[in-house]
Nanobody, 117 residues
């Protein structure tokens, strides 16, 4: 199973920005897709953004225009750049990867993002 190491969460005021990073133990080229999900207290885990191996992306409607998912092949890292953060973005954010060879799904340990004044 792929190990995913996340970083970049924290506390930010409304309107602020944060960038999350996710580095897989294997090559990102071997992943069918990588993405970010989030789970707020009392709510189900939901997709935030995903990037497919070919480079296409998709986003939850609630983050379109504010969040950007990208990958740096040289650093073997996927990023989630978050701007114009709102209190409702507060959640634990999880990196997700699907293996291109086995189709298995891996999850990171989660990183807390708190947006509050």
């Amino acid at each position: 199973q792929v190990q995913l190491v996340e970083s970049g969460g924290g506390f930010v005021q409304p309107g602020g920005s944060l960038r999350l990073s996710c580095a897989p133990s294997g090559s990102i080229f071997s992943m069918r897709s990588m993405g970010w999900y989030r789970q707020a207290p009392g709510k189900q885990r939901e997709l935030v953004a995903k990037i497919i191996r070919g480079g296409s992306t998709n986003y939850a409607d609630s983050v379109k225009g504010r969040f950007t998912i990208s990958r740096d092949n040289a650093k073997n890292t996927v990023y989630l750049q978050m701007h114009s953060l709102k209190p409702e973005d507060t959640a634990v954010y999880y990196c997700n990867a699907q293996s291109g060879s086995t189709g298995s799904i891996s999850w990171g340990q989660g990183t807390q993002v708190t947006v509050s004044s």
